[in-house]
């Protein structure tokens, strides 16, 4: 830890930013919200949904509070210090860098072929008589990687508006179109647990919505050009739009559920195929016409978060490897008596972002066609879990210290917030531990 990791840190100097937060700044909560719902999550509320009705619809609720939280926390560090928060974990410890380090490579190889492979997924079932899961995953994977090294964010900001676009009208209108019970969705927003159901509630407060990507939040904001306070109330709306958008997907993925499985006793396919199952089984209520568009805004889920985090993490792993280039040459000019300062290259075009893309896919390929060794996805499973708690509670000790100035450190209801994450995501880690071990 350098000398002034704990000082006090200077206030931003506020640009004057816009007059008003306008919807029209609205762009990095897209991407956020984009990247973080993926097939999986959809697929977990929706069999919450089959099981349960609309019992946990409340839980849906909560958990878009408990991430806008999270999120808003981490832009907010990001606006008030000027720091990015690899700064901020940077000034918490080194175990930090070793943490995140061992994380983002193993994390980084093993969801790279998670990603391809659901967004292959309703491709194959687009076309059953294409080349095949694996060449189609390979194929959206190298799509990812050129669209991402080819483009800066305005325009990926762009097209994830677009997907989400997609994501959201599809799923809205299947939800619709299978009926929805008015009466039976209000009484599912009291509160309620039935037999068997707390491990489906947890996870659909805190398994919807992103992980890694909370934290890349910081990064497109700064990557959209806010970058001192003044953009704090676009940022805080922009950060709300987010995750009601996520809500909206959760609560309509649930009345899928309920509506079109629940009553059936139709039970699907765990993990993304669930997703597959389930445009049979809309083929054979509503016809090929509404199957085929919900498969499209399958594809547009998945594809999303492949180039979310294609553009996000590795905007995270390039800031990572720039701080320890900076510390190396500080080091090194301290030795020689003098002073260095590093110059801030573009992280987009940057050698280490461009290397950490090669990363997430090219060595995941190798994942497609051999069975995931059991070792390595312990090791992810076990990083992964980790993640959140380590992310809300960093976020606490760094939005509550003088690294963080007056005006813009936690109000209890932050704190509150982050703590009730926290605390329900080491409940979700002891789990998922106990599932993986």
């Given at each position: 830890?350098?000398?002034?990791?704990?000082?006090?840190?200077?206030?931003q100097a506020a640009d004057p930013g816009p007059r008003t937060s306008s919807w029209k700044y609205i762009g990095p909560g897209i991407v956020v919200a984009a990247t973080g719902v993926g097939a999986g999550d959809l697929v977990a509320t929706l069999i919450a949904g089959s099981k349960f009705g609309y019992t946990l619809l409340w839980a849906a609720v909560i958990g878009c509070l408990?991430?806008?939280?999270?999120?808003?926390?981490?832009?907010?560090?990001h606006l008030a210090t000027g720091r990015t928060i690899f700064e901020g974990w940077r000034s918490l410890g080194r175990w930090t860098t070793w943490y995140f380090a061992v994380y983002i490579v193993v994390w980084g190889f093993v969801y790279g072929a998670t990603a391809m492979s659901s967004s292959a997924l309703p491709i194959v079932a687009l076309f059953p008589d294409g080349p095949g899961l694996k060449v189609w995953a390979v194929i959206t994977g190298?799509?990812?990687?050129?669209?991402?090294?080819?483009?800066?964010?305005?325009?990926?900001?762009?097209?994830m508006t677009v997907m989400i676009g997609v994501m959201f009208v599809v799923v809205v209108y299947v939800a619709v179109r299978v009926g929805p019970s008015l009466p039976k969705t209000f009484a599912g927003l009291v509160p309620a647990l039935p037999d068997?159901?707390?491990?489906?509630?947890?996870?659909?407060?805190?398994?919807?919505g992103g992980t890694i990507t909370m934290a890349a939040y910081g990064y497109w904001v700064n990557a959209k050009g806010w970058t001192t306070t003044g953009w704090m109330k676009v940022m805080?709306?922009?950060?709300?739009?987010?995750?009601?958008?996520?809500?909206?997907?959760?609560?309509?993925?649930?009345?899928?559920?309920?509506?079109?499985?629940?009553?059936?006793?139709?039970?699907?396919?765990?993990?993304?195929k669930g997703l597959v199952d389930l445009g049979d089984v809309l083929e054979q209520?509503?016809?090929?016409?509404?199957?085929?568009?919900?498969?499209?805004?399958?594809?547009?889920?998945?594809?999303?978060?492949?180039?979310?985090?294609?553009?996000?993490?590795?905007?995270?792993?390039?800031?990572?490897?720039?701080?320890?280039?900076?510390?190396a040459v500080r080091a090194e000019a301290a030795e020689a008596g003098g002073a260095a300062e590093v110059a801030k290259g573009e992280r987009e075009k940057s050698v280490p972002f461009r290397a950490y893309l090669l990363w997430l896919t090219f060595p995941p390929m190798a994942l497609?066609?051999?069975?995931?060794?059991?070792?390595?996805?312990?090791?992810?499973?076990?990083?992964?879990?980790?993640?959140?708690?380590?992310?809300?509670?960093?976020?606490?000790?760094?939005?509550?210290?003088?690294?963080?100035?007056d005006e813009w450190r936690n109000g209890w209801l932050s704190n509150t917030m982050l703590a009730a994450a926290g605390l329900l995501f080491v409940v979700l880690c002891v789990q998922q531990l106990r599932d993986l071990l």
């Open positions: 830890m350098s000398e002034t990791d704990g000082a006090a840190a200077a206030p408990v991430k806008i939280s999270l999120a808003e926390a981490t832009g907010r560090w190298i799509l990812g990687l050129v669209f991402v090294w080819f483009n800066r964010y305005a325009v990926f900001e762009k097209v068997g159901s707390l491990l489906y509630t947890l996870g659909i407060v805190g398994g919807v805080r709306l922009d950060n709300r739009v987010a995750y009601v958008t996520t809500g909206i997907f959760v609560v309509a993925m649930l009345i899928i559920g309920a509506e079109l499985l629940h009553s059936t006793n139709i039970v699907l396919t765990s993990g993304d209520r509503f016809g090929s016409a509404t199957a085929t568009l919900f498969l499209v805004g399958f594809f547009a889920t998945s594809f999303s978060s492949l180039i979310g985090v294609w553009h996000g993490v590795s905007l995270m792993f390039a800031d990572f490897v720039e701080r320890l280039r900076k510390e497609l066609f051999l069975d995931q060794p059991f070792g390595l996805v312990l090791v992810y499973g076990v990083l992964g879990a980790f993640f959140m708690p380590f992310l809300a509670f960093t976020l606490i000790a760094l939005l509550n210290s003088r690294r963080t100035p």
